[in-house]
């Protein structure tokens, strides 16, 4: 019972220290990088623009939650259908906008540090709003099967549907893990190639700035989230073996601590 007792505390401490530095860290970015005007005038900053905004709404919407659960025993998923199903939409949604724009972000850099001019020219701000409206529209589209099948089940918000249970475990380890991962880490590579290549390409002091910053985001971002789905691939191996008490309390206080270093992408980048 000892690691439940530690599970629990460990999710209100830090809990409350991600809802504050996310709450007041993405509010400082959506300042900067709305009012500021040497960054204004770069795709890549409206790309960390709305990923500050996204998450910022996915830290005031899901750490909140978790810490009422815990903390104060107050499951807004499970005494109310509307509080389950928009629940988990404000927990998918905001992920997906989120990793989307820090792969857009890595590929701008990419493209802005390349040598062809061709490259260069692709990246606008214009442009820039116009991918990031397509992406916003189909994520929120995505999460529209999450107000039909999610719903509460024996007092549990839980999926109501097998076929869709399927879908996001493939969620899970596809567009939450291994393609952000891998478009990050190529990207992130190409880039860094890029600057090792010629420094010419980044011209103002601003610029060398979005570098660094879209660089050390991309190693965050794997940090964050690669235990998530080294995580989710053990559930699914192990979800038919028997576990007893002991096993669980484990597996439960390891599913504590994995959540919360993903929810320090959320509060951090």
């Known amino acids: 019972m000892a690691l439940l007792y530690d599970a629990q505390q460990f999710t209100i401490y830090v809990g409350f220290f991600f809802l504050i530095a996310g709450t007041i860290g993405n509010a400082t970015n959506i300042f900067v990088f709305s009012e500021v005007l040497a960054y204004r005038r770069t795709s890549c900053t409206f790309y960390f623009l709305i990923e500050s905004i996204t998450n910022l709404l996915y830290v005031l919407f899901n750490i909140s939650a978790r810490i009422l659960s815990v903390a104060y025993g107050i499951d807004l998923t499970s005494i109310s259908r509307a509080g389950c199903k928009l629940r988990y939409y404000f927990l998918v949604t905001p992920t997906i906008v989120s990793m989307s724009c820090s792969c857009l972000a890595a590929i701008d850099q990419f493209l802005v540090t390349s040598k062809s001019n061709y490259l260069r020219n692709l990246v606008s701000v214009r442009r820039a709003h116009r991918t990031v409206l397509v992406v916003v529209v189909l994520s929120c589209l995505h999460g529209i099967p999450i107000l039909v099948y999610y719903d509460i089940q024996s007092k549990i918000c839980a999926i109501v549907d097998p076929t869709y249970y399927d879908y996001i475990i493939f969620y899970l ?97």
């Open 173 to 269: 380890l596809g567009l939450v893990c291994a393609i952000p991962c891998s478009i990050l880490s190529i990207f992130g590579w190409l880039t860094y190639r890029n600057i090792k290549k010629t420094k010419a390409l980044t011209r103002s002091r601003a610029d060398h700035q979005l570098v660094r910053m879209t660089l050390y985001q991309i190693i965050l971002v794997i940090v964050s989230i690669i235990p998530y789905g080294v995580h989710t691939v053990y559930n699914m191996i192990t979800s038919a073996t028997a576990k007893d008490f002991n096993r669980q309390l484990k597996e439960y206080f390891s599913s504590t601590v994995i959540s919360m270093v993903t929810y320090f992408y959320f509060a951090v980048c």
